[in-house]
């Protein structure tokens, strides 16, 4: 008796864990496959639009150089390449400066973080002309096209946008392949399929903008670890969308090393977790009160990351419970059909899904790192750098 009361409490805690993940996968991956019906970034861009593309650095001496190059050729008139030297110990400031970008340096030891550089770079950019603001990581290379696809999308009123966020070194070994997979999945599919479906798409962290109305509206002020999600969710609960950039990609630079590639994602994972813990019951009470909008970015939130929920499943399967296992082996299908849609929008659909072989040990990975992504997600949790793997810290 005391067996089956505990099997059926595994049963229905397996369940929860995974069927947000399942639901929003399933849904947004369909979506992502219907045809787009927007024309708005085909149009011509005009100049009278001024905007502030925000590059908050610590200690990037080896790759803002490299990121305002990126950016100084189609930028054109109107534009104001701005760089947040945020508590920096090495030649970051004059690099950028050299590169063509307007410094200003943030020396607080008391504001630590990419968001408070990045409340810094919006209250300087607010102070001048710019209507809207475009957020650029400094160890990432934006495309040629991303400022006037940026600024097409303001022109035509959109109050926030989103861009495709790739991987800029994507061949350098096993991991920085399968995050390549991982960002195809997060950063273009998801926001893709939201797009199709009316939708906010989300914040990313890098490659987004926002309008000079919403900045001014809702003040940025957050400062957690995850301050991109942290943001977004105050958007959502005003009302506010986030539009997909489909056709402009910002590429970020990912770390080679382990422990790089630890603090990362020990970073990202316990940050939306900590999120969950305080946004999550807003949103199921926003819900309840009849903001049916607000079910998709609450779905998000109690996602489970795609390997913990393959685990999970993996689990269902070998329990004796027939529609448990069924459900598991739907979940699978679910895993299956996301995957392929984010390597067959790749670049090279066979290397992406050769990369697959390494899932088991990645998965493994990932339950070792379990302590590192628990200690992120306290509340008193600091912000720790991700280790470069060239001359220089990163945020």
Known sequence: MILSQVLDIVVIALVLATLPLLAELLVLTVASLLPSTSEIEQAEATEDFPITVLVPAHNEEA?????????????????????????????????????????????????????SALSYGFAAALAGASRAVLVIDADSVVGPGLIAAVRHRFQAGAQAVQCRYEVFNSEENHR????????????????????????????????????????????????????????????????????????AAVSGEMPLSNIGAQTQRARWEGGRRRMMRRWAPRLMGDVLRG???????????????????????????????????????????????????????????????????TVPAYILWKVWMLPNVWRASRADSLWVRTARDTPGDGQ
């Open 63 to 115: 790759l803002v150089g490299r990121c305002i190059r990126s950016m100084v050729s189609s930028a054109g008139p109107g534009v104001d390449l701005m760089v947040i030297a945020h508590n920096c110990t090495d030649a970051t400031a004059a690099e950028a400066e050299a590169a063509g970008a307007r410094v200003l340096v943030l020396n607080d030891p008391d504001q630590e973080g990419k968001g």
């Open 291 to 357: 903001r049916a909008r607000l079910i998709e970015p609450l779905l998000d939130l109690l996602a489970a990351p795609i390997a913990s929920g393959a685990c999970l499943l993996l689990i269902a399967v070998c329990l004796p419970v027939a529609w448990l296992r069924l459900y598991a082996l739907g979940g699978f299908l679910v895993l299956a059909l996301h995957v392929t849609a984010a390597a067959v929008g790749g670049s090279s659909v066979r290397g992406t899904l050769r990369v697959l072989a």
């Open 176 to 247: 920085t392949r399968l995050m390549t997979l991982a960002f195809q999945g997060f950063n273009v599919i998801r926001p893709r399929g939201r797009e199709r479906l009316g939708l906010s798409v989300g914040i990313l962290g890098n490659g987004f903008a926002l309008h000079r109305d919403v900045l001014t509206r809702i003040p940025y002020r957050a400062y957690s670890i995850v301050e991109d999600l942290e943001y977004h969710l105050a958007l959502v609960r005003a009302g506010i969308r986030v539009e997909f950039v489909d056709t």
